[in-house]
Structure formats: structure tokens, C-alpha cells
């Protein structure tokens, strides 16, 4: 069953016995049941939801939930020993004049090695105050902790910085997707520049994870276009970020951020089209999913998740898959029209799921509720997109009118364009007229449709999960 299966088998006996008496004490008889069979058993998802006796919808709600009870479990582990420093920090500073000063030194000298071991510069300002403090009468003790003081605060302002720099860079990523204006490119290219700057100042594992976020994301989805070896040392960087990980197993910022490095992971392995590789990660992310989505944007863009999915799915043409795995998450996930990001996304993914499973009346419901809800003035090419979207919906279903008007938007459009081409969507353009108001002529529809896959690509690329779509017959 995953990680979650091997997560609880590898709980000490008493742990697994502590959580499973949470659980059970809260009258949560299908958590515990599921937690005894991942413990005892190696059982399959179906497996467990037949014996469970419930709906694949529920199973995965209940995983889902059973997953998050257990990380909480395991933070509240975790969090003990770096939580006991800081604490010991603390109580340096507070009983500073109660306390003998040669014990207090070496309290603080021992904090120091600790602290710079999980680099943790916030709680190193205050132990190298307190040393500054004590050795004010040794102009060169004091000197010298002065200048540590001094390195940690430029350390930590480094730190922040570089966590701001994080956020602006997958900030500034969801307006390019959105938009695909180039001035963008340049600015993700810039943050980028920063971000390596300040970590290359400091021999830093925090600095490190932050940086490979971002270096990881860029790799992926910008510099491949131009430059086809960009993955190739990718590999060796995931393992670096492991080895951080394994060797500060009780940090819960570095627990908490695996997620995003399972979804560059996924992406990673999408890209190369390593199918079998995807699969462990793509179970990783759907019992969180609706957590990532919402919780993970700052770290990485976690909403091209959905995206990548369709992708994978017309890939490996299992289109009917997607409304079986996802239905719990379609059927239940919400959000507002104000947080752009993750409503423009969630409804495309919606609206695609219906549309490669032939359901084209609710995909037409979906984005013309959008299209009602959502203004797409900054966004010109989700806005395209999206149109192209619901004029092949129209060519399913016949509304002939409706199909022409949204043509004419289209065509207007893609002339207003100042920066890109948009061959590929002039090809498929091209290609769904053909069905509506020449649905005879079959192998001229299949020779545009097979020239706009070959062509789709670059910053441009439209509607990049329609392999699966229907075609006349």
C-alpha cells in the first residue's frame, strides 16, 4: 500500500500501539481497521476497500485522512529533539544571571555545535549574545563571538531572504503559465541568478533545499526547452536532497517539504516518460492531494500537478482512468474564483477529465461557468486554451452557432498576439472546423490532428493531454 503501508510497518511496536489507541479512541473504526491491515497484511488499495467494504471515492478520503493523522503523529515525534534545543536556548537567556558562568558557558558552547548542525541561525543569535555578554571584559572573546553574532544575523536575514526569493520565483511561474509572456521567463531567470547567489555565500543544507526547489522546477519546465541536457544531472541532485533529508530526519520543515520534492520527482520522470517510476510518486501525491494543492504553491506550483496527470493519462491512453482515481478529489475539492491559481486549474482539470471521457455537456457546464466567474484579462493563454477547449466540446455536441462565434474570439486572438506564433493552435483550429462542418472528410481531420500533435511544442503549446480525444470514425 505504498509509503504509507511501509511508514507503518516500520513503526516501533510501541509507537503503532500509542497511534493505534488515537485513533481507536476517537471512535475511528475504519482508520484503525485500515491501520491493522497496512500494518499486518500487504494488501492492495482494492484489496483494502473490499474488505473494507466501502467505495473507492471513500477508500481514498479515509487513506487520505488515516495518512494525515500518522504524519501528525510523527511530527509531534520528530519535533522533540530540535524543539529541546531551542527550549535549552531559551533558558540560557532567561536564567543568565542565575546561573553559574563557567556551567553557562559550557551550556552554550555545547548549543552552539548543535545549532550549527541543524543550522539554525535565529537560535545562534541568541546563544552568541549571551557569549558576547559573558566575555565582555576579554576584548578578543568578545570580539570574536561579535563577529559570529554579527555572520548568524547576516546568516539569517540570508535565509529569509532566499525563502522570499522562493515564493516571488513560483509566483512569477503561475503568471508565465497563465499568460505565456516572455518578460516572465526573464524575471524567473533572474530570481533564479539570486537565489544561487546567496547560496553559493554559505556552506548551508537549509539554503541548499531551498535553492534545489526552485534549480530542480527550472530545469524541468524552462531550460529543457532550449537547452535538451538540462536533466541530465538531476538524478545526483535528488540524491543530494535525500541525503539532507536522511541526515536530519527530525527537522519538520525538511519532513514537511519531501512532498514537493515527490512531485519534482514526478514531474522529473513525466517528463522522460518513465511510466512505471511516476506511478510510486503519483500515489505519494493523491493521499495528499488536496492538501498540496492548496498548501504547497509557495514551494513549488503545485497546481501543474493536475495537469501533468491528463497528460499522462492521453499518454499512456487511459483516459477513464482519471474520473476512477480522481473522482473522490473532483467530487469534493472547492475553492474561490479570487485564488486564480488553483480555481483556473482545478476546473481545466475538471472539464478535461469529462472531455476524454466523452461526457462533453458537463465539460460545456464547467467552462462556461469559468468563463462567467473568471476574468482572463491578464491570462490571454489559459484563455485560449480554454476556448479551444469548449469549441471541440461544441463540435461533439453539434451546437454549430455557438462553435462559430467562439471561433471568431479565437482567430482574433491569436492575431492579436504579439509574441508567440501559435502554429499548433492554428493547426488545431483548423482541425476541429473540419469536424463540425466536414465530419466526412476523416483522413484529412486525422493528417491535421496528427500535425498538430507533431507541432505542439515550445512556450506555445496548447491543450498538451488530447492524444486520447475522439475523432470521427
Do not use: W
Request: net charge neutral.
Amino acid at each position: 500500500m505504498d509509503r504509507l503501508g511501509k511508514i507503518i510497518k516500520s513503526l516501533k511496536e510501541t509507537e503503532y500501539s500509542e497511534l493505534f489507541d488515537q485513533i481507536a479512541s476517537n471512535n475511528a473504526d475504519k482508520s484503525s481497521s485500515l491501520l491493522a491491515m497496512a500494518r499486518e497484511q500487504n494488501l492492495s488499495d482494492k484489496e483494502c476497500f473490499e474488505i473494507l467494504k466501502i467505495k473507492p471515492n471513500a477508500y481514498y478520503t479515509l487513506k487520505s485522512r488515516l495518512n494525515q493523522k500518522i504524519e501528525n503523529y510523527l511530527l509531534s515525534k520528530m519535533d522533540a529533539p530540535k524543539m529541546d534545543l531551542v527550549q535549552n536556548v531559551h533558558y540560557a537567556s532567561e536564567h543568565f544571571l542565575l546561573t553559574d558562568k563557567d556551567r553557562l558557558i559550557v551550556m552554550l558552547k555545547k548549543l552552539e555545535k548543535e545549532l550549527l548542525d541543524y543550522d539554525l541561525p535565529g537560535e545562534l543569535i541568541k546563544v552568541y549574545q549571551n557569549l558576547k555578554q559573558l566575555y565582555i571584559h576579554d576584548s578578543e572573546l568578545f570580539y570574536s563571538y561579535s563577529q559570529l553574532y554579527n555572520k548568524q544575523v547576516a546568516y539569517s536575514l540570508a535565509v529569509n531572504k532566499t525563502d522570499d526569493l522562493v515564493g516571488n520565483y513560483f509566483n512569477t511561474y503561475s503568471n508565465f503559465y497563465f499568460s505565456r509572456e516572455l518578460i516572465h521567463i526573464e524575471k524567473l531567470k533572474i530570481i533564479r541568478k539570486e537565489i544561487n547567489t546567496i547560496a553559493n555565500l554559505y556552506q548551508s543544507h537549509r539554503l541548499f533545499i531551498l535553492e534545489s526547489l526552485v534549480e530542480i522546477y527550472h530545469l524541468i519546465f524552462i531550460e529543457k526547452e532550449t537547452n535538451p541536457n538540462s536533466l541530465d544531472d538531476l538524478e545526483e541532485k535528488f540524491a543530494k536532497v535525500d541525503f539532507v533529508f536522511e541526515k536530519y530526519p527530525n527537522d519538520s520543515f525538511y519532513f514537511q517539504i519531501r512532498l514537493a520534492f515527490d512531485y519534482l520527482r514526478f514531474e522529473y520522470y513525466h517528463t522522460l516518460h518513465l511510466s512505471k517510476k511516476e506511478e510510486f510518486y503519483i500515489d505519494e501525491i493523491k493521499t495528499n492531494l488536496t492538501l498540496f494543492i492548496e498548501n504547497y504553491s509557495y514551494y513549488t506550483f503545485s497546481p501543474r500537478y493536475l495537469i501533468s496527470i491528463l497528460e499522462r493519462s492521453s499518454r499512456l491512453m487511459q483516459p477513464e482512468k482519471l474520473l476512477t482515481d480522481y473522482e473522490g478529489f473532483v467530487s469534493i475539492y472547492s475553492t474561490e474564483p479570487s485564488n486564480y491559481t488553483q480555481y483556473i486549474t482545478f476546473y481545466h482539470f475538471k472539464a478535461a477529465c469529462f472531455i476524454l471521457n466523452n461526457n462533453f455537456s458537463d465539460a460545456e457546464k464547467v467552462l462556461s461557468k469559468m468563463r462567467n466567474e473568471i476574468s482572463f484579462k491578464r491570462f490571454p493563454h489559459i484563455e485560449l486554451e480554454l476556448k479551444l477547449l469548449l469549441a471541440y466540446a461544441y463540435t461533439q455536441t453539434n451546437k454549430e452557432d455557438l462553435f462559430n462565434q467562439l471561433i471568431k474570439s479565437v482567430h482574433r486572438q491569436i492575431r492579436n498576439s504579439s509574441e508567440l506564433e501559435y502554429e499548433s493552435a492554428k493547426v488545431f483550429v483548423k482541425c476541429i472546423t473540419k469536424i463540425i462542418h466536414f465530419p466526412t472528410q476523416k483522413d484529412k481531420i486525422l493528417s491535421l490532428f496528427q500535425r498538430f500533435k507533431a507541432i505542439n511544442t515550445g512556450h506555445d503549446q496548447i491543450l498538451t493531454y488530447l492524444n486520447a480525444i475522439k475523432l470521427p470514425n
